[in-house]
């Protein structure tokens, strides 16, 4: 099953908030409607780095990069320069997001305009076996 699929699974059950921060909140259809903005900015790119805090735009890039049928990858952001250029390497070409980035993901201007994001069917075909999210761990030895 895609990610993507956790996403209308929630909306299905009946639209409630799944995200809450300060005091504003988003509902699932409403993350979905970002979701597929930040899609249309993710196609064609090998992956979506997400390196930053925790913030309301994570599950918004992390479903938009499902949606775009790219791997979301959440890198550590304390991670020292090396391993952080090493981490970056691997995915050249990809869409990077940082601090001074998330706030436009959520931006409710987009839930205003409505439009392609609000339209049925995801911005990308994703198979069940497609790669969703690339995690880093620091291992169990060091």
Known sequence: MSIGRLLEMAISAGDRVVVTYGDRSLTASQVRTLARAAARRFEGRPAVLYIAPNHP???????????????????????????????????????????????????????????????????AEVGDDDVAVILYTSGTTA
């Not at 890198?75 to 436009?104: F, I, S």
């Not at 409505?114 to 049925?120: I, K, M």
């Open 57 to 123: 735009a994570y599950p918004v890039a992390l479903f938009g990069a499902a949606s775009a049928g790219v791997p979301f990858v959440p890198l550590n952001y304390r991670l020292g320069d090396k391993q952080m250029a090493e981490l970056r390497g691997r995915h050249p070409g990809a869409v990077e997001l940082g601090p001074g980035d998330l706030d436009a993901l959520v931006d409710p201007a987009l839930l205003e305009q409505g439009g392609p994001g609000d339209g049925e069917g995801p911005a």
